[in-house]
């Protein structure tokens, strides 16, 4: 048996002491004695007796082991032309103050904290300081609209907000205080205080609740880490689901401590000292555990860059931080070296930067077709690993374990399942399906640690979105197969939920936006293939009858309803006014069947359809000649 199988086997066979053996790499105020406490299954709890704190984990302990010089992070921003570095001895003073700050501002453990802030050291140094105070996190991404943030606030509840005066996207300064303003507006809930973050491309207003970080900090005394219940959450962070209301994915402490340490050696093969970059956002998840949370608990150096891959300023952005920076390993989303391929195609920019210290290239967070793959591989030289996971598991499902086993690539393959997850493929019928067919992709719980105990203050929703469908097993709501040698195929999502550009989004939530307008009767909006982005949404409606409003108004108003109510990221630029949309007999629209059609697909039409014209009159329109 290798490395792997071995592995593989002890962590689900002995979860207990596989899961103990791993808690080892935490510093416990109070260590765990039970790993899995499943009394109230189907929600589960790791490390039920245990007790520590994450900001020291993340930076005291390295600065206590003699390790206090050492570089914790790099903030890269070539849309500023600044590069800062901190020491772990630095970032642990600069936590520790603007904790003091916020305890000023009277955030107590248990208070959530929203955080909305672009790619700066600051929106890793609040992160950090709530982790200490025991304080719970939100960060809201800065593609964002007021409603999308006003909705996050409502659920969470802040004592406070933590925000900068602007984020800065290549073609304009996105001032963050009006999106604020405009989200209070919209909820009922209203946190005393909003720190600002004060940059110079645009200042903010400060005074009334608006206070001034640096202000703040100036004044602060430094505050200590908290112990805290390993099962106590660490951060909220809110996804798109199926309907427009976002699910608040909960983070515990212990069981994602344990569990973001052990995938560096094993799933990274990266350790103390080692220069990691993840080039994604700290708005989503693979920001939370690879830019912030997983290099700096085991003691490594991470990357934190502000700016696109390309035009940044050119094709070169991503070599040139790799060389400057001796990057190890560089963590990103396919649609950023599609960006980059479409600029370079022949790879003139790579070689002309020293990519010596370079190994290995990580791709996550939609699917990573063979096209891409070849052309990376081909011109960098380095393996490329496709990983696959989700917000709600928070680390990976399926990867090519590079510390623990490399095993050959197959492209379109996420390879295996990782250590502690038990993934099955199940058909409708939740029977598991022999190697080769396409199914379901589910889990068998228990869910390792790491994954979500449970959705913000709704386990009742968790257990229904997520635990019902199949007794005993997670959905993942994704489907694919696994080959005659285990490996896994991701294929895509069975519900509403696209990924446009390496963003989560919900096509049910633009479908809400698209129905609110007076002119439309029904609309759909569907998730196509496109080269640069992976998806991209597409919108199908029907006008009311009497409608007064022409066609090319309307599109105008639907698309502005999108980027007003969803934001920017949403990325909604189609949208087709048709005659009907092609129905079951029941009433319900055929998505897959249109999305088939537009992916070019040779997708099968249902026998349930209604009426076959309407499918047939829209067809032109799904996929023009
Ligand atoms: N704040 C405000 N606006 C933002 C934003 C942010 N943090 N991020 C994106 N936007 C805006 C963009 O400015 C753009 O606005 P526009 O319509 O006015 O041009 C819109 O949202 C769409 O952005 P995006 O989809 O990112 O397209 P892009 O053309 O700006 O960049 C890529 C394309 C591929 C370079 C970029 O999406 C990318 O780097 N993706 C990687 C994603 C990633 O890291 N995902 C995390 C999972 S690993
Ligand atoms: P997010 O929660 O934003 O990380 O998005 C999770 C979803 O992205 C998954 O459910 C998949 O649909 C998709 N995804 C992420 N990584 C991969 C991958 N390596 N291959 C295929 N799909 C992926």
Wanted: aromatic content about 8%; some cysteine; charged content about 25%.
């Amino acid at each position: 048996m290798g490395a792997y199988d071995e592995t593989y086997h002890r962590s689900l066979e002995d979860v207990e002491g596989f899961w103990l053996d791993a808690a080892a790499a935490i510093d416990w105020t109070r260590p765990p004695t039970r790993a899995l406490d499943d009394s109230r299954a189907p929600l589960v709890r790791w490390f039920p007796d245990g007790e520590l704190n994450t900001s020291y984990n993340a930076l005291d302990r390295h600065v206590e082991n003699g390790h206090g010089d050492r570089t914790a992070l790099i903030y890269d921003s070539p849309v500023t032309g600044a590069v800062r570095r901190f020491s772990y001895a630095e970032l642990r003073d600069e936590v520790a103050l603007f904790a003091g700050a916020l305890r000023s501002l009277g955030v107590a453990k248990g208070d959530r904290v929203i955080v909305y802030m672009p790619m700066v050291p600051e929106a890793v140094i609040a992160m950090l300081a709530c982790a200490r105070i025991g304080a719970v996190h939100s960060v809201v991404f800065g593609g964002f609209a007021p409603k999308e943030l006003a909705a996050r606030i409502e659920d969470a509840e802040p004592a406070v907000i933590v925000a900068a005066s602007c984020g800065i996207e290549p073609t304009r300064v996105v001032e963050y205080q009006p999106i604020v303003e405009a989200a209070l507006g919209l909820t009922t809930h209203q946190p005393d205080q909003v720190v600002i973050l004060q940059r110079d491309r645009a200042r903010a207003r400060l005074g009334g609740r608006y206070v001034d970080w640096a202000d703040l900090v100036a004044r602060a005394e430094p505050a200590g880490p908290v112990p805290v219940a390993a099962t106590d959450p660490l951060y909220v962070l809110y996804t798109s689901g199926t309907t427009g209301r976002p699910k608040g994915v909960v983070r515990d402490n212990g069981g994602h401590a344990v569990a973001l340490a052990w995938s560096m050696a094993a799933i990274y093969d990266i350790g103390p000292g080692d220069v990691w970059w993840t080039a994604s956002d700290v708005g989503w998840v693979v920001g939370h555990s690879y830019i912030v949370y997983a290099p700096l608990l085991i003691g490594a150096t991470t990357v934190l860059y502000e700016g696109k891959p390309v035009g940044t300023p050119d094709a070169g952005a991503f070599w040139r931080v790799i060389s400057d920076h001796g990057v190890k390993a560089l963590f990103t989303a396919p649609t950023a070296l599609r960006a980059i391929k479409r600029l370079d195609s022949r790879a003139a920019e790579p070689k002309k930067y020293d990519l010596s210290s370079f190994r290995t290239l990580f791709l996550a967070g939609e699917r990573l077709d063979p096209e891409t793959y070849h052309w990376a591989h081909r011109h960098l030289g380095t393996p490329v690993i496709d990983h696959w996971w989700q917000t709600e598991t928070g680390w990976a499902i399926a990867a090519n374990l590079h510390g623990l086993e490399p095993m050959p690539v197959k492209p379109g393959s996420a390879t295996v399942p990782v250590p502690g997850w038990d993934v099955r493929v199940l058909d409708p019928g939740g029977t598991e399906l022999p190697a080769g067919q396409e199914g379901v992709i589910a889990i068998r719980l228990p869910l390792p640690p790491g994954a979500l105990p449970t959705l913000w203050g709704d386990d009742q929703r968790f257990i229904e979105a997520y635990l019902s469908q199949y007794e005993g097993y997670y959905l993942t709501g994704d489907s694919g197969y696994r080959d005659a040698d285990g490996y896994l195929f991701v294929m895509g999502r069975t519900d509403d939920v696209i990924n446009v550009a390496g963003h989560r989004l919900s096509t049910g939530a633009m479908e809400a936006v698209l129905a609110a307008h007076p002119a439309v009767a029904e609309c759909a909006v569907i998730g196509v293939h496109d080269e640069l982005k992976g998806q991209l949404p597409r919108g199908f409606v029907v006008l009311k009858a009497g409608a007064e409003i022409s066609g090319e108004d309307l599109r105008e108003e639907l698309i502005a309803a999108v980027r007003r109510d969803i934001g920017p990221v949403a990325a909604f630029r189609a949208v087709s006014v048709v005659e009907a949309l092609p129905k079951t007999r029941s009433g319900k629209i055929l998505r897959k069947t249109m999305r088939g059609i537009a992916d070019g697909r040779d997708e099968p039409v249902p026998s349930t359809i209604e009426d076959p014209s309407v499918l047939d009159a829209l067809r032109p329109v799904l996929r023009p000649e």
